[in-house]
């Protein structure tokens, strides 16, 4: 059972354009939400986070938004550049133990000139 | 600043060979350290983890297991491989901050 879904695998987006990227949760104890980004042949790379005590974090052109009653969250991209094409994914954990994160499936994401 | 190292980047191997993937991390102490695989559709699954020399946590029954040899070196093996194990693996590191893990540049192994 995935405790943590992305249910679009992709997602095309023009270039100036909004993207933003759904996940969906079903662990109530999750209380720390990350987005990474992934190249092929690369490794993730840590984006954005947010805790569960917050609704929001933005960083630049980044924006995570938390609605913990949905058990839901989006990370927006604002304006949308080529760069931004790869792998999103979104990710959770529980209480900050050791044992791991919990990912998505993950959402390639397409930008368009 | 931290780096973690993963050798080889890429790797094909036939059905019932041994497989040894190794991961070291420079630059902290103690680390957690885990090992993910990215398989066509399914994401990044947890394999192992591990908060210290000797302490191996496994997530999935698998044909795989790791070890952890010295504070910074973690190793994926495997006996003999089949094909299902073809994916691209991933060590990473989790250093209690904010900023989650951090990854290396992973390796794409292909049983044939």
């Known amino acids: 059972d995935q405790q943590v879904k992305q249910n679009s695998p992709s997602l095309s987006v023009q270039e100036g354009r909004i993207s933003i990227l759904n996940c969906d949760y079903t662990?109530?104890?999750?209380?720390?939400f990350l987005w990474y980004k992934k190249y092929p042949a690369e490794g993730p790379t840590f984006l954005i986070s947010?805790?569960?005590?917050?609704d929001k974090n933005e960083d630049g052109r980044f924006t995570v938004f938390l609605n913990k009653s949905a058990k839901h969250l989006s990370l927006h991209i604002v304006p949308s550049q080529p760069g931004d094409s790869a792998v999103y994914f979104c990710?959770?954990?529980?209480?900050?133990?050791?044992?791991?994160?919990?990912f998505g499936k993950g959402t390639h994401l397409i930008i368009q000139p | 600043s931290q780096t973690i190292h993963q050798w080889p980047a890429t790797l094909v191997q036939p059905v019932g060979s041994p497989l040894s993937l190794e991961c070291t991390v420079e630059?902290?102490?103690?680390?957690?350290l885990y090992w993910y695989r990215q398989a066509a559709g399914r994401g990044l699954q947890l394999l192992f983890y591990?908060?210290?020399?000797?302490?191996i946590s496994s997530e999935v029954p698998q044909n795989l297991s790791a070890s952890r040899p010295q504070d910074r070196q973690f190793i994926l093996s495997s006996k003999k491989l089949l094909l299902s194990d073809s994916g691209f693996y991933l060590c990473?590191?989790?250093?209690?901050?904010?900023?989650?893990?951090?990854f290396g540049s992973g390796t794409r192994l292909t049983v044939v």
């Open positions: 947010i805790s569960s005590i917050k």
């Open positions: 662990n109530s104890m999750f209380d720390y």
């Open positions: 591990s908060v210290g020399i000797g302490q």
């Open positions: 990710a959770a954990s529980a209480g900050g133990g050791a044992d791991g994160l919990t």
């Open positions: 990473a590191e989790d250093r209690g901050t904010n900023y989650g893990y951090t």
């Open positions: 630059g902290t102490s103690n680390p957690n």
